[in-house]
């Protein structure tokens, strides 16, 4: 029976760590942990159970059932699971993902050198898709490539700024904006949705499991073995990047200033810091996150969609590397306020069914479950995109005054008692049939 070597198992668990740590890792918990400021932990906390805990969840739940997203949403039925699949590997990847490690590793990686000009960024992006490109035309050799070579180098850069938030702090931990002193732990929840890592997740676990088997492994039991363990790897690293940059954003305050974005953030303080030499290496730890995310988001949509549509390979990782590029020049804070909303009408859909996918053994007929859970959380997480994107007197005051709905969380409690008649029907037919 073939095993992996334990230098194997953690190059393949340092892969799935890079493909996980991309832009929005980095720039929003410097931010969110300014803005909490005195309750950092409690949001701290609430941003690790969508940021980490979702995210691993979702990879066991890829693990258990041996396939991609077409094996989670199979008791939905082939179309209605197909546009799932499509919805989120396009938010995942061309649309906003993939545009945002670009954007990111620009502003924080050559920006501070080259300046924020058009010529610049334009450049930067060509050579960072050309780049991602040319390490996703051979998924094969990602783990070689990511895991034992480039990941250590981001590791190594990583450790050293996270060493200094500890060691040479900034200033102390300031007072929290409004928006956190009321339910910090919800704040901090919703604000996990931003690093997108559930979704990411769910398009990930073909790409683990596939390293997985170009490393030799064949059997099921222990393909599904060695993604989790990736996964356990994945979300422990996660962790300790995600409680430095909490800590470093609430101690940054009179550093930064308020309402500054994550890039901000961190360019002030590795300059404070280190100085010249910060700046060099915060480019390297942001360009190389940045870069290794992106390799996994374009070659998991080339995956996906050249297996269910009979498409090139290849040539669905050249489009989504252009439309990406593209996408990539219309700036951060442009592609934040377009995703939010988007993010939070998808990120529910998410947690249901990785959900559902996780107590499948319950189910005696998953499909009778999974379809009117799965409608009731589309309607619910539509009507919290509409309130996102601002347009709240669209919504019916019934929506509006369900309980956690000021929280972007009114699908919630529906969606519990809706599963739970559910269960309670497919026992009852079970028995009568």
């Not at 942001?286 to 996906?304: D, K, N, Q, S």
Request: some cysteine; charged content about 10%.
């Amino acid at each position: 029976m073939e095993r992996l070597r334990t230098a194997d198992v953690l190059a393949l668990g340092f892969m799935t760590f890079s493909l996980f740590l991309g832009a929005g890792n980095i720039i929003f918990p410097p931010s969110v942990g300014m803005a909490a400021g005195e309750n950092v932990w409690r949001v701290a906390f609430g941003f690790l159970i969508t940021g980490v805990g979702m995210p691993l969840l979702a990879v066991i739940a890829l693990a258990r059932v041996g396939g991609g997203m077409d094996r989670l949403t199979e008791p939905l039925g082939r179309f209605a699971g197909l546009l799932i699949a499509i919805a989120i590997y396009l938010s995942i990847g061309p649309l906003f993902a993939t545009p945002r490690t670009a954007v990111v590793a620009f502003e924080m990686g050559m920006a501070p050198f080259s300046g924020n000009g058009m010529w610049p960024r334009l450049g930067h992006s060509l050579v960072f898709f050309a780049l991602s490109l040319a390490l996703a035309l051979s998924p094969g050799k990602l783990v070689d490539r990511m895991g034992k070579l480039i990941t250590p180098v981001l590791l190594i850069a990583l450790l050293i700024l996270g060493g200094g938030t500890f060691l040479t702090p900034v200033g102390v931990i300031g007072k929290s904006l409004p928006a956190y002193q009321d339910a910090p732990m919800l704040r901090g929840f919703l604000d996990g949705y931003l690093t997108m890592d559930t979704l990411g997740a769910l398009v990930f676990g073909i790409v683990i499991a596939s390293a997985v088997r170009d490393q030799g492994i064949t059997e099921a039991r222990l393909i599904t073995f060695y993604t989790i363990i990736a996964g356990l790897i994945a979300a422990f690293g996660l962790s300790l990047i995600y409680l430095a940059l909490f800590y470093l954003g609430a101690k940054s305050q009179n550093l930064a200033g308020e309402g500054l974005n994550g890039v901000q953030i961190l360019s002030a303080y590795t300059w404070q810091t280190f100085g010249f030499a910060g700046k060099l290496l915060l480019a390297v730890a942001i360009t190389l996150a940045c870069l290794t995310t992106a390799v996994g988001l374009i070659t998991a949509c080339g995956e996906f969609f050249s297996s269910r549509f009979a498409i090139s390979y290849r040539l669905v990782v050249c489009l989504v590397s252009l439309f990406s590029l593209w996408v990539s020049n219309q700036g951060l804070d442009e592609l934040i306020r377009i995703s939010t909303p988007v993010l939070v009408g998808l990120y529910p859909l998410a947690i249901v069914l990785v959900g559902l996918c996780l107590f499948d053994r319950l189910w005696l007929s998953p499909r009778r479950v999974f379809v009117p859970v799965m409608m009731v959380t589309l309607i619910f997480g539509v009507i919290d995109a509409i309130a996102a994107a601002g347009f709240e007197l669209w919504i019916p005051l019934f929506f509006r005054h369900l309980p956690l709905a000021e929280q972007s969380l009114g699908w919630l409690l529906p969606t519990a008692l809706v599963m739970l008649i559910a269960a309670f029907m497919d026992r009852r037919l079970s028995k009568e049939q």
